[in-house]
């Protein structure tokens, strides 16, 4: 019989690690051999047990999860990280993956979706809910394209899609939570980068660059 | 165990990682019997299993999309039935957390459940409220 992949978890809240446990425990080739209830506490406990794989939460008192996969790596730790979390938020989302979490698993999951994942990110391989899949490739794709065009600004192209959509600039500011005179701030760049001297040309330039949807 | 009686229980939650593993960890429990009678994760469906089963413990997982906070309490105090509920979030805090316990009782019960109360000495948490004493 192949050696048990032996599990670190960490999670804040005492009753959903006690339940992820019992339920780890019923796969015969985990072993559970540490928890704790935040990042610093992890620390030690990866520290001493040298798991095969850690289950970590994101949202933590002290320590949180991004923090504590930062330090690891920072210290030169490669255990394999898969987080495990309710947040939904593109800060933790993309926090853990730059910090150099392996894994971005949703607590909605069926045990055998984290029995799955668990052996493939043991494997290296990375995995991500299926929820968040596509949030993730249109980040890629929207970093990619102003890089190999005209070099604008996420905030740039949210305003021009605006622009695109009919909308004056007072309206662009309330759209977009800011002040009329950031959002003529921001049309004035894109001018500037697109070389382009009025809205309809930059609507026009965008949208045959690809950086802006048609608005429908 | 065999004499103890089975309660009742209705995990209410949206995290299946959480709903299964907490059914799991009750139903293994070797001081009490329990008997899981429903695992859901809308409001909807959770009062339908409140009201047809009649739960003694329910614990809900809220996330106020599926199952919001404010709407399960606004129910839980209309019904009358004994029951109690024990409320927390996966999205708050892992130290959070609000039970509530719902009884009917009849006068001279309230009059002991108010003595109880008042006299300090009945309390476990007598000590913590009256410092002085400890002087």
Do not use: C
């Not at chain 1, 935040?38 to 991004?66: E, F, Y």
């Not at chain 2, 105090?77 to 009884?103: A, F």
Request: charge should be negative; charged fraction near 25%.
């Amino acid at each position: 019989m192949p050696r048990k992949l032996r599990l670190v978890v960490v999670d804040d809240h005492a009753l959903f690690r006690a339940g992820l446990i019992s339920l780890l425990n019923n796969f015969p080739e985990f072993e559970v051999v540490g928890e704790a209830e935040d990042g610093r506490q992890a620390l030690k406990v990866i520290h001493t047990q040298m798991p095969d794989l850690v289950l970590m939460d994101v949202n933590m008192p002290i320590m949180d999860g991004v923090k504590t996969v930062t330090t690891l790596r920072q210290a030169g730790n490669k255990v394999p990280i898969l987080m495990l979390t309710v947040s939904q938020r593109d800060e933790d989302l993309f926090g853990a993956i730059a910090a150099g979490a392996d894994g971005y698993l949703l607590k909605n999951a069926e045990p055998e979706e984290l029995r799955s994942d668990i052996f493939n990110v043991a494997a290296g391989k990375g995995v991500l809910s299926p929820e968040l899949t596509k949030r993730v490739l249109h980040a890629v794709v929207r970093r990619q394209v102003p890089a190999t065009s005209s070099n604008l600004s996420e905030r740039e192209i949210e305003v021009l899609q605006e622009m695109a959509r009919g909308k004056n600039t007072s309206a662009i500011a309330k759209a977009l939570f800011i002040s009329e005179n950031t959002v003529k701030t921001h049309i004035r760049r894109i001018f500037e980068k697109l070389d382009v001297h009025t809205r309809s040309e930059a609507i026009s330039k965008a949208i045959q660059q690809n950086l802006i949807r048609k608005s429908g | 165990m065999p004499n103890s009686p089975v309660r009742k229980v209705l995990i209410v939650s949206s995290h299946a990682l959480f709903s299964k593993g907490l059914q799991q960890l009750l139903t293994q429990h070797t001081n009490y019997q329990v008997q899981i009678v429903g695992v859901v994760s809308t409001l909807e469906a959770a009062q339908q299993v409140m009201a047809t089963q009649t739960p003694d413990l329910t614990i809900v997982d809220y996330d106020d999309e599926q199952v919001n906070r404010r709407e399960f309490i606004e129910q839980f105090i209309q019904d009358e039935q004994q029951q109690r509920l024990v409320l927390l979030s996966l999205q708050e805090g892992g130290d959070q957390g609000m039970v509530y316990e719902r009884r009917q009782v009849v006068p001279s019960q309230i009059d002991s459940w108010l003595e109880s109360w008042f006299e300090p000495s009945s309390s476990k948490f007598s000590s913590s409220f009256h410092p002085k004493t400890q002087e």
